[in-house]
């Protein structure tokens, strides 16, 4: 067993560094990160070739997770086995869950109510909710396909305004669309037919009420609690990391663990570090269970990440030629773009009735989102944040 240790050291040298390194330098989101990842493993290195690079690529914009953490433990894998793919995989995700990690721990203790550093927040917050909508709209743009996507997307911000869990509704809508695309309309009705069976057995009367504007607050989670909350949300993050949003809010806010406005800062802050933007999921564990719940939510966040590649490395290229998955999975991600509209809708509301002055949060998100849909850099996010927090400094406190 001594004798594993140098090999082991020398693996993480050898084949982490260049990932270490790519973790360090990840901002912009996962455009800015694969186009990173491109043009060093595959222009300037010769790791892979282009065009087998471009279909891996497309294998994992197929399944949940970010694409580009996954693209590197493929990538790690293919260089030097599962070891590699799990040193890389780390080596990517190290940085972002460090600066998480500190950020916080600060958050826990520095003062915010009635302070600057609160108005300041209470501005990031407006600007968040333009971020996210200029990033539901991108991910419409790319999974909003055809009609049918489209009453899916529809039809699960219905159910999900009505109190459906999305249990019911997500693999409702994929069934359905995947046998409506194929022509079997009969088995798609019986599928609908089903879910809103089982929706109205379920039924609680009415939408949802999150505990924290509620009032109510569940028993203080266990670590296992949260480790599910982060492997749900890492199971469905389809089209973006900003899809992960509603299943974490709905098992952290919605369990009065934390307050829309703490988990809207965990999401203002997740936009300014170099990491996948799903590391705003080890903020929401800290705040809801100290270091212990942050670790557990980010080990279930990124545990689909690593898995599908570890265990299905010799596999995964056969999802690209797999129809009826595929049209699954569209229909799915069309449903969790409903889903995200609703919750969006809901933080707006949350943001407007904390902030002090409605015209200036209003003008925050104006500014950010003008901003967000004419400036196409990898630095628009951290810098609307920063005008955001700015503006917040100087008019709401």
């Not at 065009?51 to 497309?58: E, G, S």
């Not at 909003?144 to 459906?164: E, F, T």
Request: charged share 10%; proline share 5%; aromatic share 10%.
């Amino acid at each position: 067993m001594p004798e594993a240790a140098p090999y082991v050291g020398f693996l993480f040298r050898c084949y982490s560094t260049p990932f270490l390194r790519f973790g360090m330098m990840a901002f912009g989101g996962p455009v800015a990160q694969i186009a990173m990842i491109r043009r060093e493993l595959v222009d300037e290195e010769r790791w892979i070739e282009s065009d087998r690079f471009n279909k891996l690529l497309a294998v994992m914009q197929v399944l949940p997770g970010p694409e580009a953490h996954e693209l590197c433990v493929h990538l790690g894998i293919r260089a030097k086995g599962r070891l590699g793919g799990l040193l890389a995989g780390l080596g990517f995700m190290l940085p972002g869950l460090v600066l998480m990690l500190v950020l916080a721990w600060a958050y826990t203790r520095l003062p915010i109510q009635g302070t600057l550093l609160g108005a300041a927040f209470l501005g990031i917050q407006a600007a968040v909710i333009a971020v996210i909508v200029r990033a539901v709209h991108r991910i419409g743009e790319h999974i909003l396909l055809d009609p049918w996507l489209w009453a899916a997307a529809i039809a699960a911000a219905a159910a999900s305004l009505a109190g459906v869990n999305f249990w019911i509704v997500l693999p409702a809508v994929g069934a359905a669309y995947a046998l409506g695309s194929t022509g079997r309309y009969a088995l798609a009705t019986v599928v609908v037919a089903l879910a809103v069976a089982i929706a109205a057995l379920t039924w609680g009367g009415g939408p949802e009420v999150t505990g924290a504007a509620a009032g109510v607050r569940e028993p203080s989670p266990t670590t296992a609690a949260l480790f599910w909350a982060g492997l749900k949300g890492g199971l469905l993050t389809f089209g973006g990391a900003y899809t992960a949003i509603p299943f974490i809010r709905n098992d952290t806010v919605g369990r009065g663990w934390m307050t829309d406005a703490q988990f809207l800062d965990g999401l203002g802050l997740s936009g300014v570090l170099p990491a996948p933007l799903v590391i705003f999921a080890t903020f929401v564990g800290w705040i809801s269970g100290g270091l212990a719940g942050a670790l557990a939510m980010t080990a279930g966040m990124f545990l689909p990440a690593f898995a599908f590649s570890l265990l299905f490395y010799d596999r995964l290229e056969a999802v690209v030629e797999h129809k009826r998955l595929q049209l699954f999975l569209a229909g799915v991600a069309a449903g969790v773009v409903g889903l995200i509209v609703v919750t969006v809708v809901d933080l707006a509301r949350t943001t407007a009735a904390r902030t002090p002055s409605l015209v200036v949060s209003a003008l925050i998100f104006a500014v950010a989102l003008g901003i967000m849909y004419r400036w196409k850099s990898k630095l628009a996010t951290p810098v609307v944040l920063g005008i955001g927090a700015a503006i917040g400094t100087i008019a709401l406190i």
